[in-house]
């Protein structure tokens, strides 16, 4: 092979590079102000201990095989079972990612005939699953439940004669906005359609015992909802709440359930012991709403941003190259903070997206919220 040959590559990147949107890997450093890890429990105690017991008694890191093979290990199963439990659905079924189970989801379920109505928002796991499938798939502008309908309504004067399929995330990623769940859950009523909900940022922050936003919604039989592992609950994975028939499906028919390798028995022992701690802890939830809503007063008192009501703060920027000046700057202070840049937010709204989580404490936010102000009136002057 010639230099040549890799021409094309180092030309897209360099291109990425002219937009100031080239990515590089970063190690962490500094105070967190950037992780998913909500309510501290990546290094919980209580989680090492539970993983230190099953390897005790006996389970094995690596699960050997597909879920469909040899690799369908009992914690897999004891896991699927408590989640269904605690999550007050038919089924649960447990992947190695949210990302594997949005494109298991989408992919499968819909059926040619159908139709997907998307938010705009909604995560690029969804997006990839909604581009392997055979349904029709229309974009609607963000938690526009009219464009929600009115999508559906043409879809169906047009000739659809499948079921809509409603897909969006209970809290956004990167707005840190929840949806108007209720609202669209009649609507897949009345059109006889499926809601597909994305509880990533939600799971183990919001509702009774951290189940969710969904949680008044998950027990319908045509409400899907996807519970990430990785994120408040501070392990890895994630667990797909659905009618049985549904998981039944799945399993003959997702591609990448049946032909992946089942993820570590070790990580569901720990998800099940996640479950039990973010239930045993509403501590844990009251103290991050209480660093949220003062994070929240600080960004609103010295920057003029509007709360978005969660632990998740975006502090839109709107030019990449401004925004990772800004980041750099703020981890040469000692904040990690990361800037997030097109195609992951929509072109203009470069940001820095500011998390909020039992890793920091209010003095380090008022310090940090202090810092960013300052190297934002640095980039005006």
């Given at each position: ?22 990515r ?15 309510l ?43 989640a ?9 079924l447990?992947?190695?990612?949210g ?97 597909v ?5 939600a ?126 700057r ?8 990361r ?43």
């Amino acid at each position: 092979m010639t230099s040549s040959a890799l021409a094309l590559y180092e030309a897209t990147l360099a291109g990425l590079e002219r937009k100031s949107r080239v990515r590089a890997l970063t190690p962490q450093q500094g105070v967190d102000f950037t992780s998913n890890d909500y309510l501290g429990l990546a290094d919980a105690r209580r989680l090492k201990a539970a993983i230190s017991a099953a390897i005790d008694r006996g389970v094995p890191v690596g699960a050997g095989g597909s879920r469909l093979l040899r690799g369908n290990h009992p914690e897999h199963e004891a896991l699927e079972a408590e989640a269904a439990a605690f999550f007050g659905v038919q089924r649960a079924l447990y992947f190695a990612s949210g990302f594997a189970a949005n494109v298991a989801l989408f992919s499968t379920l819909p059926k040619r005939g159908d139709l997907i109505v998307h938010d705009a928002l909604i995560h690029a796991s969804a997006r990839d699953g909604i581009s392997a499938s055979r349904a029709e798939a229309i974009t609607v502008p963000h938690n526009g439940v009219e464009a929600f309908e009115a999508a559906i309504r043409t879809w169906r004067h047009a000739g659809g004669k499948g079921r809509p399929w409603i897909a969006v995330e209970s809290l956004y990623s990167m707005d840190g906005d929840q949806a108007p769940l209720p609202q669209l859950a009649e609507l897949a009523d009345r059109c006889d359609g499926f809601l597909v909900v994305d509880e990533a940022h939600a799971t183990g922050v919001f509702g009774p015992d951290g189940r969710g936003l969904a949680t008044e919604l998950e027990s319908r039989c045509n409400v899907l909802v996807l519970h990430t592992c990785g994120k408040a609950l501070g392990v890895s994975g994630a667990l797909l709440g659905l009618p049985s028939i549904l998981a039944d499906y799945l399993i003959n028919r997702a591609r990448n359930f049946i032909y992946s390798t089942a993820p570590s028995p070790l990580m569901a022992a720990g998800v099940r012991e996640a479950l039990r701690l973010v239930a045993d802890e509403p501590e844990r939830r009251a103290w991050l709403e209480r660093l949220r809503n003062f994070a929240s007063e600080q960004l609103s008192s010295k920057l003029g941003i509007k709360p978005s009501g969660s632990q998740i703060l975006p502090v839109i920027i709107g030019d990449n190259a401004r925004s990772l000046r800004i980041a750099e700057r703020m981890r040469a202070h000692g904040f990690d903070i990361r800037a997030i840049r097109p195609p992951t937010v929509p072109e203009g709204t470069a940001r820095l997206r500011i998390s909020i989580t039992l890793n920091v404490g209010e003095g380090q936010i008022a310090e940090m919220v202090g810092q960013l102000a300052a190297a934002i009136a640095k980039e005006k002057a």
